[in-house]
């Protein structure tokens, strides 16, 4: 096939950057575009602070590049469109693969922390990563994981709700940044230690500011918990999942202390995160020769994982392969797409970008 473009030996040509683009050099005398850029500079000096400005334009450039993507942003990096398509390998339309940093960029985790539906999916999922991921995280990916954390915290210090779950989270965190910051040597976290260091003095500066909140009674003086009958009490209780939430409501007043020990209470917890199979390796008898329940839900805990249940999940359509969450619109070509979606736990969803 012959070639062609201009031929590969030829010096090329010369161009300057100006306010309005880049724009190739002119010789004054003969009104044609120069070749060579040292002997153009050898004739006129006023082309040498043209090319000085060049240079000072290109440094100007990367300067703001600099300044936008930093660590001080709080402005997540984001995609206009908030879906991924999720390719493991290289096909003749697509190469290299999809990971872990770039679905955590592309999918809008900022805006779905403010839907009380996907706010403990994204917590657990922020969770996971802490714990095994974060070093698989590209350079602005963890950028944006210490942002969204941010704002989930500041978010539970304005709501005051779910408190226990950050306090979690962060703890987490920490654990796993004390021990990867003593491995720095070996390069397994992106950036500066000092960096690194000033997040993790950030951490416990949320972990105080969490400590010290205070909750406040709200104004509102009507019919409360206690106003109501026994059975609409005990009903309200079984919707509880979390057996730590019980022993915290009844903390609360003397008769919910009654209600959160109630036998049916504890089995139904236990029968509803456990099978059958686990509960009877892990039998606990009370002093008057019952199960004890309570007693048999927090040593499940310990020993297996608990039945997890979100309101609202990332969807992956097995169709055209495109991670979204539920109810974005995606390009699929598929007659009926609500039947392709499969619903991916937040461990399914790192499971996903594992090769």
């Known amino acids: 096939m012959p070639f062609l473009g201009q031929d590969w030996r030829s010096p090329g040509q010369s161009w300057v950057k100006t306010a309005d683009g880049w724009t190739r050099f002119l010789d004054e005398k003969s009104g044609g575009f120069v070749g060579d850029i040292s002997s153009f500079c050898k004739k006129d000096d006023h082309n040498k602070e043209n090319l000085f400005n060049s240079i000072n334009y290109d440094v100007a450039a990367k300067k703001r590049k600099k300044d936008l993507l930093n660590n001080k942003a709080k402005t997540q990096y984001f995609h206009q469109e908030k879906w991924i398509y999720v390719h493991k390998g290289s096909t003749k339309e697509r190469h290299g693969y999809c990971t872990l940093g770039e679905a955590f960029n592309r ?27 974060l070093t698989s995280l590209s350079g602005i990916a963890q950028k944006n994981y210490m942002n969204i954390l941010e704002k989930v915290v500041q978010k539970v210090l304005e709501d005051q709700q779910n408190i226990r779950l950050i306090r979690e989270l962060l703890q987490t965190l920490y654990t796993s940044l004390c021990t990867l910051v003593q491995r720095v040597g070996k390069s397994v976290l992106v950036g500066n230690i000092n960096m690194w260091v000033h997040r993790m003095e950030s951490i416990l500066h949320w972990q105080q500011q969490l400590n010290n909140i205070q909750i406040t009674r709200p104004a509102f003086k009507g019919t409360t918990l206690t106003d109501l009958p026994l059975c609409l009490q005990l009903n309200i209780m079984q919707r509880l999942s979390d057996g730590r939430d019980l022993v ?9 202390q009654v209600l959160s020990e109630d036998r049916l209470l504890w089995k139904k917890l236990c029968q509803y995160h456990f099978t ?9 008898l009370s002093d008057k020769g019952q199960l004890d329940w309570k007693k048999m839900y927090f040593k499940l805990i310990r020993c297996y994982p608990r039945k997890e249940q979100y309101g609202d999940t990332l969807q992956l359509c097995r169709h055209c392969h495109i991670l979204s969450w539920k109810g974005t619109d995606h390009p699929c070509t598929a007659n009926n797409p609500e039947t392709c979606s499969t619903s991916l736990s937040p461990q399914e969803f790192i499971n996903l970008f594992r090769f």
């Open 107 to 133: 999918l809008d985790f900022s805006s779905a922390i403010l839907d009380s539906r996907r706010f403990n999916y994204v917590v657990r999922l922020l969770e996971l990563i802490a714990k095994s991921q």
């Open 248 to 256: 915290s409501l009844g903390q609360v007043a003397p008769d919910l």
């Open 276 to 284: 059958d199979r686990q509960i009877r390796k892990r039998l606990i």
